[in-house]
């Protein structure tokens, strides 16, 4: 479970640049936080399976972006700004923009454009309702398309603003849609590992 903690005394409500102070203070150094609506939540630490689980999902979309050349991938719970005033500052599992930019113009720290696609996955501490309020706070950003794989069930959910939920077993297939429109991976291999096929959920 997240712990939340209030902001200093100082403020009522932390903002974002507040916030990137907060986190690279010397203490919080190896800790992992989000900004929930200017109030500090501090996150656990998740399990082996969603590590190879994350790594995989960012082979498969790093190769397919230089593949096409086209596409920048972002991961390892990055800085996104979905909210202001109050801030929310997420750090979703990884992120696609469908562009190309150079590296010198990336932001250094925190980015606040909506990504084309969000991927998160699921910790086994992860509660249904906080996520669909956090999914929700992604589509409502503007990010067109969020990808939601659960590496206990072998499955990817597919959300999308105002349409129904798809869900995909690991025998599917799943595509960018309209919004990344040559994008097409097999499920199953977001949960391989060398030499060995995906064991069934």
Known sequence: ?????LAPPTTNLMT???????????ENRNRRFELD??????MPRPGIRHGVVCANVSFELVAFARKRGRGIVVSNDAGLIVEHDPDTVFGPDLFLFDENIDYADLPTHWEDRPPTLV??????????????RRIGRFLAMGVPLVWVVDPEENTLTVHQAHRPLV??????????LEFVADLKMKVA?????????PSPA
């Open 1 to 5: 479970m997240t712990t939340q903690l």
């Open 16 to 26: 974002a640049d507040e916030f990137l102070e907060f986190v690279h203070r010397p």
């Open 37 to 42: 609506r200017g109030r500090i939540d501090e």
């Open 119 to 132: 991927v998160e996955v699921l910790s086994p501490n992860d509660r249904t309702t906080k996520l669909h």
């Open 167 to 176: 869900v995909l077993e690991a025998s599917d297939e799943v595509t960018g």
């Open 189 to 197: 291999d977001f949960f391989a590992t060398p030499g060995v096929a």
